[in-house]
Nanobody, 120 residues
Framework: QVQLVESGGGLVQPGGSLRLSCAAS????????MSWYRQAPGKERQLVAR????????NYADSVKGRFTISRDNAKKSVYLQMNSLRPDDTAVYYC?????????????WGQGTQVTVSS
């Protein structure tokens, strides 16, 4: 079955770094654009970063540009989010998403999320 399993979250001090990982299984990973979303308490889920199927193109939310880097390894069926210079307002549950347009339909897969807390 389809699975996206995030890891790497935790508690970090402001200015610190974390690297999130998302391991995929059960679908053809290389056919999907991969994204990281986040949701803070009381707020809507927002897109953080996205990477195309072959990794050639990325885009980021303005709030994380220059601090976060998304990457993928199709051989390992994994996507990563390197987060540097973390701030308290980066605190959220971070979700991995896989998206593809297949046979005329939008196909989305979601992970269960990993908590990131930035606090001193």
């Amino acid at each position: 079955q389809v699975q996206l399993v995030e890891s790497g979250g935790g508690l970090v001090q402001p200015g610190g770094s974390l690297r999130l990982s998302c391991a995929a299984s059960g679908f053809t990973f290389s056919r999907y654009a991969m994204s990281w979303y986040r949701q803070a308490p009381g707020k809507e889920r927002q897109l953080v970063a996205r990477i195309t199927t072959n990794g050639a193109s990325t885009n980021y939310a303005d709030s994380v540009k220059g601090r976060f880097t998304i990457s993928r390894d199709n051989a390992k069926k994994s996507v990563y989010l390197q987060m540097n210079s973390l701030r308290p307002d980066d605190t959220a549950v971070y979700y991995c998403n896989a998206y593809a347009r297949l046979f005329g339909s939008d196909v989305d897969h979601w992970g269960q999320g990993t908590q990131v807390t930035v606090s001193s």
